[in-house]
């Protein structure tokens, strides 16, 4: 039984507005490695009686895809190395990418279990958009909005129970 979560995926998905909202308002420690500004954040959940570290690995300024190539591998190694459990976030207003793609393949290979987190998904009309994503072959995707908190609750049950 483990207690770290990791986020990762493709930039501007939504990974740090999550991770803000999972854990609310306390204080975010960000760790500065040798050469790199922002690597990764750490902070503490609690929910249903657990506690909880949630890192967020995606805190790099990335200027373009094939850098983003790159640092993929780096987050999600992070991810697979320090994790139990990772939470895999996808935007469904932007649709699936051959970089969710890759990611999903890393994923899949791991052997960790793997949440997908449907982000942006404001509105109900929204979550119909979601049901591409089975095409990751990471099983049902969680709708939720990372903005407004909804779908947040049933994630982080599934958190819980991953654990
Ligand atoms: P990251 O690069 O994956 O860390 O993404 P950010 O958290 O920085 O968010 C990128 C953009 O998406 C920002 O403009 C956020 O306000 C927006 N965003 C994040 N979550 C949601 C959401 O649930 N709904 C909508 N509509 N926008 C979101
Ligand atoms: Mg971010």
Known sequence: MGNVVAIVGRPNVGK???FNRLIGSRQAIVNDEAGTTRDRQY???EWAGREFS???TGGWVV???DVFEEEIN????IAVEEA???LFVVDVMNGATSLDDEVAHILRCSGKPVILAANKADTYDRHAAAAEFYSLGLGDPYCLSAVNGS???EVLDRVVELL
């Open 74 to 77: 780096k987050q999600v190694k």
């Open 63 to 65: 200027q373009s895809d």
């Open 16 to 18: 740090s507005t999550l």
């Open 54 to 56: 949630v890192i967020d």
């Open 43 to 45: 902070g503490k959940v």
């Open 151 to 153: 779908g947040t609750g």
């Open 84 to 86: 139990d459990v990772i």
